[in-house]
């Protein structure tokens, strides 16, 4: 199994555009989420998803759209970058909720907003 | 609002040695809590989780301690290797939909 895969592993914006951070696992999870990590920093969740069709807000979401239209698919959208968008981008999946299950995360995506 | 805060930021050790890494979370009412390992440039891999009825687990030379009324954990590791060197971050999870609340983690270096 590949697990959780993202696409690209690096990417340099300018400021103004926007971008799509793709994501996709293989293991038939419900669950999905989308975390940054800033430099020295925790993960702070951007937004998630529990199932195909719904999506939810996390902690930080201003600056950023998802979609789930697949079980297995969970893009994340950035409209207008900005610096403060500089940051790791983590996507992650389980099979249930946090209660339950741990999340297996895949490899990141570096992302510089100049 | 729940805090986690994991303690030392960094350490260094001889390869061997019996090493404690420590996190404490403001918030008792949590519902478990997970070690993570980061290696650099790395997505996160889970270690443990400890549902908060339990007091600790275990998984080889890791062992992982959980005690909810103090708001404290701690992450055993047993004679060290250099492949323990990573980044180590709890996180804690309180209930529903809430978001895992990270702490910064502890930057592990076992020295050969």
């Known amino acids: 199994n590949a697990g959780v895969t993202q696409t690209p592993k690096f990417r340099i914006l300018k400021i103004g555009q926007s971008m799509t951070l793709q994501c996709t696992q293989d293991?038939?999870?419900?669950?999905m989420y989308w975390y940054r990590q800033d430099p020295g920093m925790g993960l702070k969740l951007i937004y998630y998803s529990v199932g195909a069709g719904i999506t939810d807000k996390g902690e930080v979401p201003n600056g950023y759209n998802v979609s789930r239209s697949t079980t297995e698919d969970f893009p994340l959208r950035l409209e207008l970058a900005a610096p403060s968008q500089t940051s790791v981008y983590f996507c992650a999946s389980s099979p249930r909720g946090a209660s339950t299950d741990t999340q297996y995360f895949g490899p990141g995506t570096r992302l510089t907003v100049l | 609002k729940q805090e986690v805060t994991q303690i030392p930021a960094a350490l260094s050790v001889p390869e061997g040695e019996n090493l404690v890494l420590n996190c404490s979370f403001t918030?008792?009412?949590?519902?478990?809590l997970q070690w993570f390992r980061q290696d650099p440039g790395k997505g996160l891999t889970s270690l443990l989780l400890i549902q908060s009825s339990q007091r600790e687990q275990t998984s080889g030379r890791l062992n992982a301690s959980l005690d909810k009324s103090s708001g404290r954990s701690t992450l055993y590791i047993a004679a060290s290797q250099p492949g323990d060197s990573a980044t180590y971050l709890c996180a804690v999870f309180l209930s529903g939909n809430t978001p895992l609340v990270f702490g910064k983690g502890t930057r592990l270096s076992v020295i050969a």
């Open positions: 293991m038939n999870h419900n669950y």
């Open positions: 918030d008792s009412a949590i519902y478990n």
